[in-house]
């Protein structure tokens, strides 16, 4: 099982970005699909999460409001829409799989298969 992650930047505060995250080698549609972030010198953190069916979403309070999660299950493949970027958002953004989607969503110790990172740099 294979996850990339794609479409992260440099991007000025106030701006957009949208990640993509396919899986390559399984089907991810029964999976709770994660992202988390980790800024140099700090731990990884949850930012956002979305069930199976795309029904439930969760997001930490520090981009509710701000980023989306969806899902397209037809293509593998689970986008993260980040608007009304902060210098604080720059990170390198993981996108993991929750294979049958049993852990807590926010949780890293949840998660069997992680992305190999895409690089989100927010200029103040």
């Known amino acids: 099982v294979q996850l990339q992650a794609s479409g992260g930047g440099l991007v000025q505060a106030g701006g957009s970005l949208r990640l993509s995250c396919v899986g390559f080698?399984?089907?991810?549609?029964?999976?709770?699909m994660g992202w988390f972030r980790q800024a140099p010198g700090k731990e990884r953190e949850f930012v956002t999460a979305?069930?199976?069916?795309?029904?439930?979403?969760y997001y930490s309070d520090s981009v509710k409001g701000r980023f989306t999660i969806s899902r397209d299950n037809a293509k593998n493949t689970v986008y993260l829409q980040m608007n009304s970027l902060k210098p604080e958002d720059t990170a390198v953004y993981f996108c993991?799989?929750?294979?049958?989607?049993?852990?807590?969503?926010?949780?890293?110790?949840?998660?069997?298969?992680w992305g190999q990172g895409t690089l989100v740099t927010v200029s103040s």
């Open positions: 993991a799989a929750d294979e049958m989607g049993w852990g807590t969503p926010s949780s890293s110790v949840a998660y069997d298969y």
């Open positions: 979305i069930t199976s069916s795309g029904v439930s979403t």
């Open positions: 080698g399984r089907t991810l549609r029964r999976d709770t």
